[in-house]
């Protein structure tokens, strides 16, 4: 009777002891990313709870099976290679089959490559080799040596061993899935990298005005420097594009760029913004965080509208201007931090001084080298480029085809001041391409501001009478341009006929070989154009 519990005993014992071991072999592949480690770490934990004698996992990389990770061999055995149905185990891999081998030394098939046993062992052994299968393709086998036992259930071993195989491929596969997103992301962080680089260099700065390129001098001789940039000018001018453009054309372009508007924080966050804070700094702090300042380590800081910053948090910049480190909010250990400032403001920094509201000697740190950005106003010059430059942006982005803006449209926009500088153009641009259901841009199309006397303050007073004439002899200007002065194909165009277009012509005194391609025509009608002296409009 007691030779007949026995068997139901130790078969329950052996069946927990693979479960207790699944669940350490389970916990050992997903405690890591270092695969190689935790199926090192598997191969121990078989020797040390089923009687493995040796172990080997082999995986297949560009043909040939290599050793993984081996336990119980000389060091000698990493180095060994297998060819897919080469020996026991390239025929594991090649046929995706299980392999028992009772007895080694009976085998013939069995190459021994891996060399002496690292125990120096001479007792027979028998082999277990199971394939590692991923998407119903072998990518590898484990190679177990067993103490050879006349009466061993082999089928009993394969299953236990196969589902250690399986998990060996569950924990590759994952591998796998994390190295493809670790290079997509290297792959898109480049890309993305590069898209800025691009994106902000010097060329993409849009001008050919004097102001324009005086401040592309300023740009290139700072760029590859590490000194503190102050960049001053009115809101909207684009100071923040040429931050980017120093960051982007500098030394660190491969490392951070952090941005701060130091206006939109409230007084009270913006130090903690800036420097980070400890935990239980203040209620709320329920862990550490660090500040722009230690994420934009080895980098660029861009501290926009600084004259906005509170005196005491000027204080603490200051410090870190001049020593390089700070203490966190909270805090007494001092960070270290290797990072470049570019300092913007539209505000008048000398006013903002003599009133109290802005500490001097930080303003002479700031200002190392100061790059003034021009209004539009300044560069007038520069209005149509970026006309043209925001019309081909924005037609692409909202799909539609827009080939050009009218004459006098062209008239609306450089007689505006611009208070709103080149984001105003931008916006209005904009709202013109949203708006036109054609292919070119009128004046009609343009915001309301550039229509508007009171607003812009320079359309003069005009009656009814003239301002209907104006707009119809735009209209036929207009027509006779697009046509290069052929007015029977201009007064189909204006949905009327050719004798009312000549009529209408005549009575606006308005000449159509002006508008025609040939230079001598050009030139002929320059001679007696009573209206020569109205700029010509290019299409």
């Given at each position: 009777m007691?030779?007949?519990?026995?068997g139901?005993?130790?078969?329950?014992?052996?069946?927990?002891?693979?479960?207790?071991t699944?669940l350490?072999?389970s916990?050992a592949?997903?405690?890591?990313?270092n695969?190689k480690a935790?199926?090192?770490?598997?191969?121990?934990i078989?020797m040390?709870h089923?009687?493995?004698?040796r172990g080997?996992?082999?995986?297949?990389r560009e043909?040939?099976?290599?050793?993984?990770a081996?336990?119980?061999f000389?060091?000698?055995?990493?180095?060994?290679?297998?060819?897919?149905g080469e020996?026991?185990?390239?025929?594991v891999?090649?046929?995706?089959?299980?392999i028992?081998?009772?007895r080694v030394?009976?085998?013939?098939?069995?190459?021994n490559?891996?060399?002496?046993?690292?125990?120096g062992?001479?007792?027979?052994?028998?082999?277990?080799c199971?394939p590692?299968?991923l998407n119903?393709?072998?990518?590898?086998?484990?190679?177990?040596?067993?103490?050879?036992?006349?009466e061993?259930?082999?089928?009993s071993s394969?299953?236990?061993f196969g589902?250690?195989?399986?998990?060996?491929?569950?924990a590759l596969?994952v591998?796998?899935?994390?190295?493809?997103?670790r290079?997509?992301?290297?792959?898109?962080?480049?890309?993305?990298?590069q898209e800025?680089?691009?994106?902000y260099?010097f060329?993409?700065?849009?001008?050919t005005?004097?102001p324009t390129?005086?401040?592309?001098?300023?740009?290139?001789q700072v760029?590859q420097?590490n000194?503190?940039?102050?960049?001053?000018?009115?809101?909207?001018?684009g100071?923040e594009l040429?931050?980017h453009?120093?960051h982007?054309?500098?030394?660190?372009a491969?490392k951070?760029?952090?941005?701060?508007s130091?206006?939109a924080l409230?007084?009270?966050?913006?130090?903690?913004?800036?420097?980070?804070?400890?935990?239980?700094?203040?209620?709320?702090?329920?862990?550490?965080?660090?500040?722009?300042?230690?994420?934009?380590?080895?980098?660029?800081?861009?501290?926009d509208?600084?004259?906005?910053?509170?005196?005491?948090?000027?204080?603490k910049?200051l410090?870190v201007?001049?020593?390089?480190e700070f203490?966190?909010?909270?805090?007494?250990e001092?960070?270290?931090?290797n990072?470049?400032?570019?300092?913007?403001t539209?505000k008048?920094?000398?006013?903002?001084?003599a009133?109290?509201t802005?500490?001097?000697?930080l303003y002479?740190?700031l200002?190392v080298?100061t790059i003034?950005?021009?209004?539009?106003?300044?560069?007038?010059a520069?209005?149509l480029?970026?006309?043209?430059?925001?019309l081909e942006?924005?037609?692409?982005e909202h799909?539609?085809v827009?080939?050009?803006?009218s004459?006098?449209?062209?008239?609306?926009?450089?007689?505006?001041h611009?208070?709103?500088n080149?984001?105003e153009?931008?916006n209005a641009l904009e709202?013109a391409v949203?708006v036109c259901?054609?292919?070119?841009?009128?004046?009609?199309?343009?915001p309301?501001?550039l229509?508007?006397?009171?607003?812009?303050?320079?359309?003069?007073r005009v009656?009814?009478k003239?301002a209907?004439?104006?707009?119809?002899r735009?209209l036929?200007l207009?027509a006779?341009?697009?046509?290069?002065?052929n007015?029977?194909k201009?007064?189909r165009?204006?949905?009327?006929?050719?004798?009312i277009?000549?009529?209408k012509?005549r009575g606006h005194?308005i000449?159509?070989?002006?508008?025609?391609?040939?230079?001598?025509?050009?030139?002929?009608v320059?001679?007696?154009?009573?209206?020569?002296d109205?700029?010509?409009?290019a299409?």
């Amino acid at each position: 009777m007691a030779a007949a519990k026995t068997g139901p005993e130790n078969t329950a014992t052996r069946d927990a002891r693979r479960l207790s071991t699944l669940l350490e072999i389970s916990q050992a592949l997903s405690g890591t990313l270092n695969l190689k480690a935790a199926m090192q770490r598997v191969l121990v934990i078989l020797m040390r709870h089923h009687g493995v004698v040796r172990g080997m996992v082999t995986l297949l990389r560009e043909g040939e099976l290599l050793v993984e990770a081996a336990e119980g061999f000389d060091d000698r055995a990493r180095t060994v290679r297998y060819k897919a149905g080469e020996g026991i185990t390239g025929k594991v891999v090649a046929s995706g089959k299980p392999i028992v081998v009772p007895r080694v030394s009976k085998e013939p098939e069995f190459l021994n490559r891996a060399g002496r046993r690292g125990d120096g062992s001479r007792q027979e052994t028998s082999f277990v080799c199971i394939p590692i299968v991923l998407n119903r393709a072998a990518v590898g086998a484990l190679g177990i040596d067993l103490t050879f036992k006349p009466e061993r259930d082999f089928d009993s071993s394969l299953k236990f061993f196969g589902v250690v195989s399986s998990m060996m491929a569950q924990a590759l596969n994952v591998q796998r899935m994390v190295e493809d997103e670790r290079r997509r992301l290297l792959d898109e962080n480049t890309h993305l990298r590069q898209e800025l680089r691009e994106r902000y260099d010097f060329s993409n700065i849009i001008g050919t005005s004097g102001p324009t390129r005086e401040m592309y001098e300023q740009v290139a001789q700072v760029a590859q420097t590490n000194t503190t940039v102050l960049i001053r000018g009115e809101s909207g001018t684009g100071k923040e594009l040429i931050a980017h453009a120093i960051h982007y054309n500098s030394l660190r372009a491969k490392k951070p760029f952090v941005k701060v508007s130091c206006a939109a924080l409230p007084e009270t966050l913006i130090e903690s913004e800036l420097f980070g804070y400890e935990k239980g700094a203040f209620t709320g702090a329920n862990a550490r965080k660090k500040g722009r300042f230690e994420m934009a380590e080895g980098g660029t800081l861009f501290l926009d509208e600084i004259g906005d910053i509170n005196l005491s948090t000027q204080v603490k910049l200051l410090r870190v201007l001049q020593e390089r480190e700070f203490e966190r909010l909270g805090g007494t250990e001092t960070v270290k931090v290797n990072v470049r400032l570019i300092a913007a403001t539209n505000k008048d920094m000398e006013k903002a001084i003599a009133g109290g509201t802005f500490r001097e000697d930080l303003y002479y740190r700031l200002n190392v080298f100061t790059i003034f950005v021009p209004s539009l106003r300044e560069r007038k010059a520069d209005l149509l480029l970026l006309a043209d430059h925001f019309l081909e942006k924005f037609s692409r982005e909202h799909g539609k085809v827009i080939k050009r803006i009218s004459t006098p449209a062209i008239d609306m926009l450089t007689a505006y001041h611009w208070p709103g500088n080149v984001r105003e153009l931008e916006n209005a641009l904009e709202r013109a391409v949203l708006v036109c259901d054609g292919a070119v841009i009128h004046g009609h199309h343009l915001p309301p501001t550039l229509q508007t006397a009171d607003a812009s303050g320079t359309v003069t007073r005009v009656s009814l009478k003239d301002a209907v004439a104006a707009y119809e002899r735009d209209l036929i200007l207009d027509a006779l341009k697009t046509t290069r002065g052929n007015r029977a194909k201009a007064a189909r165009l204006l949905d009327t006929t050719e004798r009312i277009l000549n009529y209408k012509v005549r009575g606006h005194a308005i000449d159509p070989r002006r508008f025609r391609s040939s230079d001598v025509a050009k030139r002929a009608v320059a001679d007696r154009d009573p209206l020569r002296d109205e700029p010509a409009f290019a299409d």
